[in-house]
């Protein structure tokens, strides 16, 4: 009997066992990155934010409809701001896995009000909490996952250019993500000598759950049509791409790093003289 090519075909993430945190729903760019990973062969352990009522556990349901029919070693809750919840899906993780090889952290949240700004006017506990979820919730992931990654590791967050400059509109998750960029040296310094590398994604803006929440979304993405240096905005599979390129070996001499993927728009200081921005 012959053997077929995909027989042969080697995933570039054959034998890599991980952990996604931040699939809401099939929309997610966690899910988008997930799907990604499965086809080049990992295996994958999953958490979803704690379902209220636990007689209709509709978040539970919607994470497990996309990650059981893809093999999900396990799929657990996981509320980011609660250290026991860590605790748990590390435990699980060393369990199911013995090691790990990677981790997405795929996770932002600021309460409404306050992501509507002004942010002079922010709230002290929305600060508060905005930052600790998007930003702290990193700093718990890595010390956990560090102590499962002896022999080497890649971890990933998803940022956004409005920690760098400011994006009208983006407000307090700016804050956070110069706190979650600046967050991804510090920690890459930290875990650099034992090979484990952390590295940033800075996505342009894809329709999500968590972006329906930022003002004027539909303007910016018509923006990125106009102003990117390839004229026209970044797909989910792009993201998930990159995604695979930074948790895979093809990317060994990679840490610290905010990896733009957005179209080129980050580099641009004026329009090209092309771009049509009233229409
Ligand atoms: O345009 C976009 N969508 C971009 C998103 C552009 C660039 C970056 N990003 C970032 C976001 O800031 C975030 O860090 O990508 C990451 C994922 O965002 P997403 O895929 O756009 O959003 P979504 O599908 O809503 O996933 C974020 C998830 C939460 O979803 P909801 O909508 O239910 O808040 O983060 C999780 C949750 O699953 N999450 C938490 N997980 C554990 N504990 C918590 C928490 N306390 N809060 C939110």
Known sequence: M???????????????????????????????ITERLHQEGAVMGFTHLPDRDPASPKMERRVRKL?????????????????????????????TFGELDFVVHSIA?????????????????????????????????????????????????LSYLGGEKVIPG??????????????????????????????????GPIRTLSSSAVKDFDSMLKIYDAMAPLRRNVTMEEVAKSALYLLSDLSTGVTGETLHVDSGYHIMGAPPADAKLDE
């Open 67 to 95: 990650v059981d029919p893809i093999g999900a070693k396990f799929v657990k809750p996981c509320n980011v701001q609660v250290d026991e919840d860590l605790d748990r899906i590390f435990e699980a993780a060393k369990e």
């Open 170 to 203: 983006y407000n307090v998750m700016g804050l956070c993500k110069s706190a979650l960029e600046s967050a991804t040296e510090y920690v890459a310094h930290e875990l650099g000598r034992q090979q484990v590398r952390v590295n940033a994604l800075s996505a």
């Open 2 to 32: 012959g053997i077929g090519k995909g027989d042969l075909a080697m995933g570039l993430m054959d034998g890599k066992k991980g952990l996604v945190f931040g699939i809401a729903n099939d929309h997610s760019i966690a899910w988008a």
């Open 109 to 157: 949240y600021a309460p409404i009000d306050d992501l509507k700004g002004p942010v002079h006017k922010c709230s002290r506990a929305g600060f508060l909490q905005s930052m600790e979820i998007s930003v702290y919730s990193l700093l718990g992931v890595c010390t956990r996952a560090q102590a499962l990654m002896p022999n080497g590791g890649s971890i990933i967050t």
